[in-house]
Nanobody, 125 residues
Framework: QVQLVESGGGLVQVGGSLRLSCTASGILLGGYPVGWFLQDPGRERDFVAE????????NYADSVKGRFTISRGNAGNTVYLQMDSLNPHDTAVYSC??????????????????WGQGTQVTVSS
């Protein structure tokens, strides 16, 4: 079965930390850029962070810079999101997605072909 599965969400107090995992089965994450996104009722889906295939090119939303860290697992088929200094505004469902590649293997910017179902992160004050 082809899927991306997120895990690691939960309830945490303000200032706490969580580590989210995005694990692929049936498809490869190695060689593809992977992004994390958040969505909350009443809000559009927002970009959180993205990592390229090598792990050397990383981008963050301004709201999470300095607090969140995206990384790739050594095995290649897992991507992590370390979330520190959490605040209530971070409360949302977090999903990961694999970015498509063009025929020349360059990233198809903003186009994602596989999405996970998401994991809930709730930060209590």
């Amino acid at each position: 079965q082809v899927q991306l599965v997120e895990s690691g969400g939960g309830l945490v107090q303000v200032g706490g930390s969580l580590r989210l995992s995005c694990t692929a089965s049936g498809i490869l994450l190695g060689g593809y850029p992977v992004g994390w996104f958040l969505q909350d009722p009443g809000r559009e889906r927002d970009f959180v962070a993205e990592i390229n295939w090598s792990g050397r090119n990383i981008n963050y939303a301004d709201s999470v810079k300095g607090r969140f860290t995206i990384s790739r697992g050594n095995a290649g088929n897992t991507v992590y999101l370390q979330m520190d200094s959490l605040n209530p505004h971070d409360t949302a469902v977090y999903s990961c997605a694999r970015e498509k590649l063009n025929n020349d293997s360059s990233p198809a910017r903003g186009k994602f072909d596989y999405w996970g179902q998401g994991t809930q992160v709730t930060v209590s004050s």
